[in-house]
């Protein structure tokens, strides 16, 4: 057998003896990660090694992969696709918000440069290193946007070479998803990096990075439902990785399924600490609580946030461990508890919060957003001033860093809070004019895979504001457009059942209060009063 032998290695150990050299680098004797086939023309004895290590790249497990790949060239120091791996995942989480940080340009560069000089034995592994060597040359004139369509472009042109070679159409569709364009509302491009991974899985439903990839793909509301069935095996196929147990729940929070999101985040949580993955769990949590709010289950969104700050203490951005970078970390720890408050309509909770600076600006505008959405239902107009502000600030400080999906995301905070502003002076038609273009720019964007939802859609704000002036037909029709976008959303409904009934339309008014019951079929009792409200109205029926 040789080196250039495709070694298919069937990641299930619970019965077999895990290889010596696996064994060796830290993999677990019952460690389940799917299975990966990755030619090479690395020596026989490295070649199961780096089919682990590239399983767990599949799965954004950097830290470990990045061990795994130096196993690999322990065992054969000449294996420069060694090196490509250690340079993607040092680019981390591809889909992660935000510019890559200079420290993590400088170790992938190096680990490109210590590839080329290793040289590549054949053309396609030239192939791999050269595509991801797009990522990091010349970061410093080129922007990060038009090297990952650099990257993608080069996978496309390998993947082209290389009709049989699956590991090629999977990198390549996975390029082709993270250079979208998030304003781009036909999907042309999330469409065909999914047909891509749809062909692969039909055939290859053991594979990580289908499942993981097939996901992120369909992380839209109007693709979803596209992603159920590598939702609903993703976590099967590799539950050694936090980050498999918790991608589920991308795709059931698109879909509205909450507890689904709930059960996979604890799992995805639990397996994290036991890691020591402490981004991966706050990101896990961060989309638990978001899951749980939804279903009035307020106890236990609050056994989080009670575990957040001890969470946030031990917290270092510096370690690399799962798919979490800190930006996601960071946009946790902000948003957790911002989200406790403003579900649950706990307007001095949401005032009361303190703004944390952190390196990545939009995740102290969620504080800020908080506090002034707070100050508008308390009547208290210097506080949202004061937030607008800081929004401003921050809106310009992204834009100057190159940062301009966030400087737009904080932006229509900005007109959020600048149209409730205008509520609380009496300027009631401004209030909606300016409500409705924030709901409008917020619709022309998607939102991050860092957050499971916004943190308080503009378009259901839209509705509240609507209903506040007594225009209940006109808020009923933006509650059923938030609804389209964020299905089982508990504002949602419960705005939409109390516009219907101001409307005096008692049916869909009935409707809206059944459908809130049933998603809230594990609420506390009693509860919220907008759910009291709906058993109330249910019960009556």
């Given at each position: 057998?040789?080196?250039?032998?495709?070694?298919?290695?069937?990641?299930?150990?619970?019965?077999?003896?895990?290889?010596?050299?696996?064994?060796?680098?830290?993999?677990?004797?019952?460690?389940?990660?799917?299975t990966?086939?990755?030619?090479?023309?690395?020596?026989?004895?490295?070649?199961?090694?780096?089919?682990?290590?590239?399983?767990?790249?599949?799965?954004?497990?950097?830290g470990?992969?990045?061990?795994?790949?130096?196993?690999?060239?322990?065992?054969?120091?000449?294996?420069?696709?060694?090196?490509?791996?250690?340079?993607?995942?040092?680019?981390?989480?591809?889909?992660?918000?935000?510019?890559?940080?200079?420290?993590?340009?400088?170790?992938?560069?190096?680990?490109?440069?210590?590839?080329?000089?290793?040289?590549?034995?054949?053309?396609?592994?030239?192939?791999?290193?050269?595509?991801?060597?797009?990522?990091?040359?010349?970061?410093?004139?080129?922007?990060?946007?038009?090297?990952?369509?650099?990257?993608?472009?080069?996978?496309?042109?390998?993947?082209?070479?290389?009709?049989d070679?699956?590991?090629?159409?999977?990198?390549?569709?996975?390029?082709?998803?993270?250079?979208?364009?998030?304003?781009?509302?036909?999907?042309?491009?999330l469409?065909?990096?999914?047909?891509?991974?749809?062909?692969?899985?039909?055939?290859r439903?053991?594979?990580?990075?289908?499942?993981?990839?097939i996901?992120?793909?369909?992380?839209?509301?109007?693709?979803?439902?596209?992603?159920?069935?590598?939702a609903?095996?993703?976590?099967?196929?590799?539950?050694?990785?936090?980050?498999?147990?918790?991608m589920?729940?991308?795709?059931?929070?698109?879909?509205?399924?909450?507890?689904?999101?709930?059960?996979?985040?604890?799992?995805?949580?639990?397996?994290?600490?036991?890691?020591?993955?402490?981004?991966?769990?706050?990101?896990?949590?961060?989309?638990?609580?978001?899951?749980?709010?939804?279903?009035?289950?307020?106890?236990?969104?609050?056994?989080?946030?009670?575990?957040?700050?001890?969470?946030?203490?031990?917290?270092?951005?510096?370690?690399?461990?799962g798919?979490?970078?800190?930006?996601?970390?960071y946009?946790?720890?902000?948003?957790?508890?911002?989200?406790?408050?403003?579900?649950?309509?706990?307007?001095?909770?949401?005032?009361?919060?303190?703004?944390?600076?952190?390196?990545?600006?939009f995740?102290?505008?969620?504080?800020?957003?908080?506090?002034?959405?707070?100050?508008?239902?308390?009547?208290q107009?210097?506080?949202?001033?004061?937030?607008?502000?800081?929004?401003?600030?921050?809106?310009?400080?992204?834009?100057?860093?190159?940062?301009?999906?966030?400087?737009?995301?904080?932006?229509?905070?900005?007109?959020?809070?600048?149209?409730?502003?205008?509520?609380?002076?009496?300027?009631?038609?401004?209030?909606?004019?300016?409500?409705?273009?924030?709901?409008?720019?917020?619709?022309?964007?998607?939102?991050?895979?860092?957050?499971?939802?916004?943190?308080?859609?503009?378009?259901?704000?839209?509705?509240?504001?609507?209903?506040?002036?007594?225009?209940?037909?006109?808020?009923l029709?933006?509650?059923?457009?938030?609804?389209r976008?964020?299905?089982?959303?508990?504002?949602?409904?419960?705005?939409?059942?109390?516009a219907?009934?101001?409307?005096?339309?008692?049916?869909?008014?009935?409707?809206?209060?059944?459908?809130?019951?049933?998603?809230?079929?594990?609420?506390?009792?009693?509860?919220?009063?907008?759910?009291i409200?709906?058993?109330?109205?249910?019960?009556?029926?």
């Amino acid at each position: 057998m040789t080196g250039r032998t495709a070694f298919v290695v069937a990641l299930l150990l619970a019965t077999l003896p895990a290889p010596s050299q696996e064994s060796h680098h830290g993999s677990a004797r019952n460690e389940k990660l799917g299975t990966v086939a990755f030619a090479t023309s690395c020596s026989a004895a490295a070649q199961p090694t780096f089919n682990r290590a590239v399983a767990l790249l599949h799965s954004f497990e950097f830290g470990r992969s990045i061990e795994a790949f130096k196993g690999v060239l322990a065992a054969d120091p000449s294996c420069a696709m060694a090196e490509w791996g250690i340079a993607l995942n040092q680019w981390s989480n591809p889909f992660a918000p935000g510019l890559k940080s200079s420290a993590q340009i400088q170790a992938g560069l190096e680990a490109i440069r210590r590839a080329h000089t290793l040289g590549a034995a054949t053309d396609r592994e030239r192939g791999f290193i050269d595509a991801a060597a797009k990522l990091y040359e010349d970061a410093e004139h080129v922007p990060q946007q038009t090297r990952v369509i650099a990257y993608r472009d080069a996978m496309a042109a390998l993947a082209a070479r290389s009709a049989d070679d699956d590991e090629a159409a999977i990198f390549h569709a996975l390029a082709i998803a993270i250079a979208a364009n998030p304003s781009d509302k036909s999907y042309g491009e999330l469409l065909k990096a999914g047909a891509i991974l749809e062909r692969l899985f039909a055939k290859r439903h053991d594979h990580p990075g289908l499942a993981h990839y097939i996901i992120h793909a369909y992380d839209v509301p109007p693709l979803a439902d596209r992603a159920l069935e590598a939702a609903r095996q993703y976590a099967a196929i590799a539950p050694a990785a936090p980050h498999a147990l918790h991608m589920p729940s991308h795709t059931f929070t698109r879909a509205g399924f909450w507890q689904e999101s709930i059960d996979t985040n604890i799992k995805s949580a639990a397996s994290a600490r036991r890691d020591g993955a402490l981004g991966e769990e706050l990101h896990a949590s961060d989309y638990q609580v978001y899951a749980y709010l939804q279903t009035g289950q307020d106890r236990a969104a609050r056994r989080v946030v009670d575990a957040l700050p001890e969470m946030a203490r031990r917290y270092d951005p510096t370690v690399i461990t799962g798919a979490a970078p800190p930006a996601a970390a960071y946009f946790a720890i902000a948003a957790i508890p911002a989200r406790y408050a403003l579900e649950r309509g706990a307007w001095r909770e949401a005032v009361a919060l303190e703004p944390r600076a952190t390196n990545f600006p939009f995740t102290e505008a969620i504080t800020h957003f908080a506090r002034a959405i707070g100050a508008a239902r308390l009547g208290q107009p210097d506080v949202i001033r004061a937030s607008m502000e800081a929004l401003l600030r921050i809106r310009d400080r992204l834009t100057t860093a190159g940062e301009p999906y966030w400087a737009e995301q904080v932006d229509v905070q900005r007109r959020v809070a600048a149209a409730w502003l205008a509520f609380a002076e009496g300027r009631k038609a401004d209030a909606v004019t300016e409500m409705r273009t924030a709901a409008d720019r917020e619709d022309a964007t998607e939102k991050s895979a860092v957050t499971p939802g916004p943190l308080a859609p503009a378009r259901e704000m839209l509705g509240e504001l609507l209903l506040e002036t007594g225009a209940a037909a006109d808020a009923l029709r933006e509650f059923d457009a938030t609804l389209r976008k964020e299905p089982n959303r508990f504002r949602a409904v419960a705005g939409a059942a109390r516009a219907a009934a101001a409307a005096g339309d008692r049916r869909t008014a009935a409707t809206y209060y059944a459908r809130l019951v049933t998603i809230c079929a594990r609420a506390d009792r009693p509860g919220r009063a907008e759910l009291i409200e709906a058993r109330r109205h249910t019960t009556r029926r």
